[in-house]
Every structure is written in C-alpha cells, then in structure tokens.
C-alpha cells in the first residue's frame, strides 16, 4: 500500500515563531508584548521596531532555539505510521537557518529521516499530497491539498482550510484516513 504524503513547514507550523519574537523582543527590549495584540498583523510588522523581526532571522542562533509548537512531535510521530512524512522549510534566504534547522530537527524531529528534508527557496516545487503551511504564498503555489496552519498573521485568510493547532491536524489527517478506508 502506497502512503499519501504530507509536506509540513517548519516555522509558525513545527516551530513556535510567533513565541520566539516575542521572547526576543523582551530579551532585548524589555518590553513585554501580549500575544493577543499581534494578532491580525504581518509578520514583519509584529512588533514595535519595525527592523526587529529581519534583525532577528539574520541572528546567529535564532532558528536553532525556535521552541517546538505544542504537540507537534507527538502528532508528526504518530502520523508517520499512516503518511510518508516531509519537512519543507523555505531556508534559502537566511544562510544562518540552513544549518541551525537541520540540527533543531536532528534534536526534535529525530524520527524524520535526512531524506525526507527539504530545503528550498519555493515551495512550489513541492508535489505532496498535502502541505501544512503558515504562509499563503506557500499554499497558492502548492498543487495539491494546502491546509492553513492557524497563527497570529494569517488569521484574516480563508482561502484554505485551516487547522487551528497540531490537535486539530491529528483530527484531519485520522478523519482523511477513515474516508479513505470506506470510500
């Protein structure tokens, strides 16, 4: 039996982003931003200093200490049993992030084999089943069935079917698997 493939994004999807601008942002500032107040806002424009969120994905270890989305290894390792698995990360604009994603997959996503990475510059190329993706740049190109992963700057796009957190894609990827058994 041939598993169907799911290609899943890295930050804002595997990696909580959205935390660890606002942690930096603190770390440097001192200033504390609530969650709630960056919702609805581009990425870039997230926080007060306009150049902070560039500043940082040019940082010497920022995507290695991005923090793990909450029960994303759990459900990525148990959805491994049913699909072939992918990582597809758009990593070519920040030089930093090439080498820091690898080794923060190697320490949280070990089950994922080297094989099954993908680093890129367009994800259009990508030709999977699905693509679990935060941007929808990502998913307009994408050929087959893109979800939205829910976070704080694409909360006003409806053009795909969103999935609000990792619960919510184990729900999807389980209810995909029992229509296809009694389709």
Same mark, same amino acid.
């Given at each position: ?31 504390? !931003? ?5 919702? *609805?806002?581009?990425?870039? =424009?997230? &926080?007060? @200093? ?66 099954? !990475? ?5 994800? *259009?190329?990508?030709?999977? =089943?699905? &693509?679990? @993706? ?50």
């Amino acid at each position: 039996m041939i598993k169907k493939t799911i290609s899943i994004d890295m930050d804002g999807v595997l990696a909580d982003i959205q935390r660890h601008y606002l942690s930096h942002y603190f770390e440097e500032t001192g200033i504390r !931003i609530n969650e709630n107040d960056i919702i *609805g806002l581009k990425e870039a =424009d997230c &926080l007060p @200093d306009q150049t902070a969120v560039l500043r940082y994905l040019h940082t010497p270890g920022f995507f290695r200490s991005i923090p793990v989305a909450q029960d994303a290894q759990d459900v990525v390792k148990e959805l491994q049993n049913y699909y072939e698995i992918f990582v597809v990360s758009a990593a070519m604009e920040f030089p930093n992030s090439l080498l820091e994603k690898r080794e923060w997959l190697q320490e949280y996503f070990p089950f994922i084999s080297w094989k099954n !990475i993908v680093f890129c510059g367009n994800k *259009g190329i990508i030709d999977t =089943d699905f &693509l679990i @993706d935060d941007h929808l740049k990502n998913l307009d190109s994408f050929s087959g069935k893109g979800l939205m992963f829910n976070t704080f700057h694409n909360v006003n796009e409806h053009r795909f079917e969103r999935l609000k957190n990792w619960t919510d894609a184990h729900r999807f990827f389980v209810a995909e698997l029992q229509n296809k058994t009694f389709n």
